[in-house]
């Protein structure tokens, strides 16, 4: 039974050199189960090939937000306060075939998340990330998160909690998989969303030093997590990593926001221009010029181009769907100036037909509100409790 997978893997990767095998790879961030699209304030490896594999190493910077997740995407996706967040995880990267996750990955599940100052300065990697979810083994269905995931179509969703200060923060899902933990060989996956909370609290997140974390760092190969055995299993299982923060319930919390101002703190920088025709992951096509000459409009077609090759420059393995819409525009612009007619661009400043793939299912609700009510109920539990006795 254990054999069974490789075996596939084997009889795939013969078939099929440029497969990747069945890991996977967070591609889409939605907020409130808005698709941002895919890749768009989405940290991922820049690497086609092996996008979909675990991390190399537990003490590797890649841990943050995985390989190239030291490097800031162009865009910070903005989320109000509360906001609902949905991390997608696909076994390809750009949809070609469906999938999440192979079963065979069997594990637990979390969301961290850090709190930045300068997204294009600050690093991912060490001190001050929080775990703010996570998912072992549930014994009541008998199913580890992981398979849940797949389950939900590799959709996981988390609610922003509402204490948590305003500005720029990111958030890290993660995948553990342990079908080869007990040869040493726990998988982690990751990657990081680069989100703007829309909040009117400021300050910095500063918590009890048991919640925070450096990553990497948090876990290491002795970890009782990382070397647990799913096919002899001895439940229960123990989460690796720090204590779940819970903020909105903690009263630390309180002291945590250092100050608090009356205004939303506005986004500056990482937004994405509202004057766009099209959007590719972190890129986005504006208008060239308008021409109306020949040599005019042999500019606005090389200036056209040359926005195409930006686009297919920065798009990670999601892939490139919507330069190619607007390598079309261009074509159209050359078109014109091959006919003579030096009057554009043609259809200025229509918005393109975007190729964003819908969610592959129904989005899940929040996993940390079942914490969140739990805590409220403990509340009001213990203040009736006071007001009888
Ligand atoms: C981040 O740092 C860079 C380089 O020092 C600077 O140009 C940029 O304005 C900073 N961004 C913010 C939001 O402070
Ligand atoms: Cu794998």
Redesign the pocket.
């Known amino acids: 039974m254990k054999q069974a997978p490789s075996l596939l893997l084997v009889a795939a990767a013969a078939l099929l050199p440029t497969m990747v095998d069945c890991h996977t790879v967070f591609t889409t961030l939605f907020v409130n189960e808005v698709s941002q699209g895919d890749g768009t304030c989405v940290r991922m490896s820049m690497d086609p090939q092996h996008c979909v594999d675990p991390i190399d190493g537990l003490d590797s910077d890649d841990m943050a937000c995985g390989v190239n997740g030291g490097k800031a995407v162009a865009f910070t996706c903005p989320a109000p306060t509360d906001g609902k967040l949905t991390f997608e995880w696909r076994l390809w990267a750009d949809a070609e075939q469906p999938g999440a996750l192979d079963p065979s990955h069997k594990g637990p599940c979390a969301v961290y998340a850090k709190q930045i ?5 600050d690093s991912a990697a060490g001190p001050g990330w929080v775990k703010l979810w996570d998912e072992g083994y549930d014994d009541a269905s008998g199913k580890w998160c992981t398979e849940k995931v797949i389950e939900n179509n590799g959709l996981m969703s988390i609610d922003i909690p509402k204490s948590l200060p305003g500005g ?1 923060w990111l958030f890290r899902p993660e995948l553990l998989a342990l079908h080869n933990a007990d040869k040493g060989d726990p998988q982690f996956y990751t990657g990081c969303a680069q989100v703007f909370v829309q909040s009117d609290k400021t300050g910095n997140l500063d918590v009890p030093s048991e919640y925070s974390v450096s990553i990497p760092g948090y876990v290491q190969a002795d970890t009782p997590g990382l070397t647990f055995n799913i096919y002899e299993p001895r439940f229960p299982y123990p989460m690796p990593g720090p204590k779940v923060y819970q903020p909105a319930a903690d009263s630390e919390m309180k002291a945590a926001v250092a100050s608090t101002s009356s205004k939303a703190v506005q986004q ?2 990482g937004t994405i221009p509202p004057e766009y025709l099209i959007k590719n992951a972190n890129w986005v096509g504006v208008e060239v010029s308008s021409y109306s000459t020949e040599d005019g409009c042999w500019k606005a077609s090389e200036a056209c181009y040359d926005q195409a090759s930006e686009c297919y420059d920065s798009a990670p393995p999601t892939g490139g769907a919507n330069c190619r819409v607007w390598e079309e525009k261009c074509d159209g612009i050359t078109a014109a100036c091959s006919a003579g007619d030096f009057n554009g661009p043609p259809n200025k400043g229509k918005k393109l037909q975007s190729d964003d793939p819908a969610p592959p299912a129904d989005i899940p609700g929040a996993a940390n509100t079942d914490i969140e009510v739990r805590r409220r109920w403990g509340r009001r539990g213990t203040s009736l409790a006071a007001s009888l006795s």
């Open positions: 100052k300068n997204m294009t300065t720029d500056t920088k």
